[in-house]
């Protein structure tokens, strides 16, 4: 199985900040590479696929980097909506794996 | 309105089975391959199982092959997880999700349901 490591855990940001959050495979997987977000006790929310491409409606303060098997979630000038938990996923190959979360909270 | 609605989720003892629902509305649901993703409490997310729009590709995670099973009825827009042999670790959120295929080939999780609480305690 492809395993996916996310970092950091967690981090404190103030509003207006930009953060990245950083996705690594086990082994390549071809910017088959998706973030999503989640609020508390809500379904998570696609922003990003293929590694870099916006999802529809999401605002282009979110952008996605990396190729191979590192990869960067990045948000530009923080908005206080912007403090949830981000997820990666690979979707290269089954089992569909997720990183463990990265925490965004406000300093 | 493109949506995805769960059911079925409950306290069961260990040992025990549940099926799970997930009712789609708004968009071809014989169209997409379709997904189901838990989280525990306090936990991240993990993918569970996955459907083909035909039936005809399954794929299931590790931790339930042998005692959980993914099903559809097209005809009735609707998905189905039947858990069997459920231990503690399986409570968790489980979410219903739509996978879109992009033109470019890539594929994610586009539209989720709400989730469904499923505990299992003696």
């Known amino acids: 199985d492809i395993q996916m490591t996310q970092s950091p855990s967690s981090l404190s940001a103030s509003v207006g900040d930009s953060v990245t959050i950083t996705c690594r495979a086990s082994q390549s997987i071809n910017n088959y590479l998706n973030w999503f977000q989640q609020k508390p006790g809500k379904a998570p929310k696609l922003l990003i696929y293929?590694?870099?491409i916006l999802q529809r409606g999401v605002p282009s303060r979110f952008s996605g980097g990396g190729s191979g098997a590192d990869f960067t979630l990045t948000i530009n000038s923080l908005q206080p909506e912007d403090f949830a938990t981000y997820f990666c996923q690979q979707t290269y190959t089954p089992p569909w794996t997720f990183g463990q979360g990265t925490r965004v909270e406000i300093k | 309105e493109v949506q995805l609605v769960e059911s079925g989720g409950g306290l069961v003892k260990p040992g025990g089975s549940l099926r799970l629902s997930c009712a789609a509305s708004g968009f071809t649901f014989s169209s997409y391959t379709m997904n189901w993703v838990r989280q525990a409490p306090g936990k991240g997310l993990e993918w569970v199982t996955s459907?083909?729009?035909?039936?005809?590709?399954?794929y299931y995670a590790d931790s339930v092959k042998g005692r959980f099973a993914i099903s559809r009825d097209n005809a009735k827009n609707s998905l189905f997880l039947q858990m069997n042999s459920l231990r503690a670790e399986d409570t968790a959120v489980y979410y219903c999700a739509r996978v879109h295929i992009y033109s470019s080939g890539w594929s994610a999780s586009d539209i989720w349901g709400q989730g469904t609480m499923v505990t299992v305690s003696s």
């Open positions: 459907i083909s729009t035909g039936s005809s590709y399954i």
């Open positions: 293929g590694a870099s």
